[in-house]
């Protein structure tokens, strides 16, 4: 534990209180000490008293060398760990030059088509030294092998990289569509990912299971972290069903939340769902490893509360649920930049977004303490409120066969869809605020210059698309994605040949059409 800090008017600070020096609740007894079962205090002991969390940056746009510039920028203003955005043809599988992905190229994040995109994202940027999670989920595998080829270039070993993929494509089918295999084929693959990376890349997070888009569609905070962990139990169960053992790959797993303004909702969130987690480990799964026990998360500010009207507001909104994920433990945040309900944000709100992180690390004092707020009366009732409310419904999806099971039948997507509805009429009906929205409105908006993406980038992609298919090997590609094909039709990790030919120039459109030949494409139905 870290040493004695100072407050303001020079008293001390411990860096845990437990309720031993105090009459009435016992905070240790109850609870259990930080970075120890059931981890409602924290995942470690010494917390944000040791080091503040990781402090990420949500950015990528238009082409990859437009992206880098950014990631230098963020990085040189004291950013810990990069976060890549992708747009929705590479989110979907697509190349920039096809039909389907006219008018979207860099509009939602960078088009990465090929290992040459990846060289050209990452250009200067020590991987060695840099923490990369990547937003990206059906083609996660297809993005990971990329940069583990561009860091073999720089000679960086697979062993020396850090950071994570989503891969979380279950969350896909409830909330967010960018899905391509069915649900049994895409865990095959997330089976796959786990096992290579246990062996070629280890200190990577293979899986960062979301409960951020189910937030941001509509869910609760209950239904938020009881659907997350209803999928996490599911990608566990696919693992071992794969014959991996599980404190094998579960010290790997990592989660991905959402923070709102309700600040002491969010903060009771947060320790609820690291206890389920750990008795879920321990008691069903019968993990050994204490790290496989451990709810590590990711959490951003919610995009969703982010208002258009009097968009500097949003400021406010941001500092509050960066606030919330902090005192709720975190392990990384990213904090949304006050002009992101219009367009992309622009350098100036990306570095006023870090910097609401890095006063609350530096300028407050909650990061002096571990888990102020353990022992309050209102903070443990909704902790145990929240906890029961959660396995409630994670029994509803169990005894529904599971989460792909409780997919297949609409449960999760119904569930939120009403959550979504009965919070729309609240604000319609004003009982629920919504600053800026349906109360303190301004009657004329001040002007404002979005950032906009240039559509000569998509030009621009396609002519580096037609020059790298007339300079690579293209008998080799087919050949590498042969082998690819091969392997998913039967048992054989795909990554090995997968890896094997985008080093070779294949693109990721390739690939996935490769695995879309053999595993086929999801189709949704309605069954309600």
Not at 133 to 151: C, F, G, R
Not at 445 to 457: H, T
Not at 477 to 504: C, I, K
Request: proline content about 4%; some cysteine; hydrophobic content about 40%.
């Amino acid at each position: 534990m870290g040493s004695v800090a100072r407050s303001e008017s020079d008293l001390p600070i411990q860096p845990l209180y437990d309720g031993s020096t105090l009459e009435g609740f016992d905070v240790g007894a109850k609870l259990g000490a930080p970075g120890r079962f059931p981890f409602t205090r924290g995942v470690y002991s010494s917390m944000y008293t040791g080091r503040p969390w990781t402090m990420r940056q949500y950015a990528g746009f238009g082409t990859a060398k437009e992206s880098n510039e950014r990631y230098h920028e963020l990085v040189n203003a004291g950013t810990g760990g990069l976060s890549v955005a992708f747009d929705l043809p590479t989110q979907m599988g697509y190349d920039s030059d096809e039909a389907i992905a006219q008018g979207e190229v860099g509009k939602v994040g960078v088009a990465i088509d090929a290992i040459d995109d990846m060289r050209t994202l990452f250009r200067g940027l020590p991987l060695d030294k840099v923490s990369t999670s990547m937003t990206i989920n059906a083609p996660a595998s297809t993005l990971l092998l990329m940069y583990q080829l561009v860091a073999a270039e720089q000679n960086v070993a697979g062993s020396q990289l850090t950071g994570t993929i989503q891969n979380d494509v279950l969350k896909e089918y409830i909330a967010r569509g960018t899905y391509i295999y069915p649900p049994q084929q895409s865990l095959r693959l997330i089976s796959d990912i786990f096992a290579y990376c246990h062996t070629e890349i280890p200190r990577w997070n293979t899986i960062s299971i979301s409960g951020y888009h189910m937030a941001e569609a509509g869910a609760t905070p209950s239904q938020e972290i009881a659907f997350t962990l209803a999928n996490a139990k599911e990608y566990v169960r696919t693992a071992i069903t794969a014959g991996l053992d599980v404190d094998d790959f579960a010290p790997r797993l990592s989660f991905f939340f959402v923070a709102r303004t309700t600040l002491l909702e969010e903060i009771a969130k947060f320790r609820a769902a690291r206890r389920i987690w750990s008795r879920i480990m321990r008691e069903e799964f019968h993990a050994k490893n204490p790290k496989s026990q451990m709810l590590r998360f990711h959490t951003q500010t919610a995009g969703v509360q982010l208002t258009a009207q009097q968009p500097e507001v949003n400021l406010v909104r941001v500092a509050l649920q960066g606030l919330g994920a902090v005192l709720g433990g975190t392990q990384s945040l990213h904090t949304n930049s006050y002009d992101e309900a219009i367009a992309l944000p622009t350098q100036k709100a990306a570095r006023l977004a870090l910097r609401t992180q890095q006063i609350i690390a530096y300028e407050t004092d909650v990061t002096k303490t571990v888990d102020p707020f353990a022992g309050s009366y209102v903070m443990e009732s909704m902790t145990d409120d929240l906890e029961a409310a959660a396995l409630e419904l994670i029994q509803a999806v169990e005894d529904r066969g599971g989460a792909v099971a409780a997919i297949e039948q609409g449960f999760q997507k119904s569930e939120i869809e009403r959550s979504a509805y009965r919070m729309a009429l609240e604000i319609d009906d004003h009982e629920r605020t919504v600053v800026g929205v349906n109360k303190f409105v301004l009657d004329e908006e001040e002007a404002y210059e979005p950032l906009r993406v240039d559509p000569q980038i998509e030009i621009d992609q396609c002519e580096r698309l037609a020059a790298l298919r007339k300079e690579r090997d293209n008998d080799a590609v087919e050949h590498a994605l042969d082998a690819l094909r091969a392997a998913a039709q039967g048992t054989d990790n795909v990554l090995l040949p997968m890896r094997e030919a985008l080093r070779l120039r294949a693109t990721g459109g390739e690939v996935s059409h490769a695995l879309r030949d053999v595993w086929g494409v999801y189709t949704p139905h309605d069954t309600f």
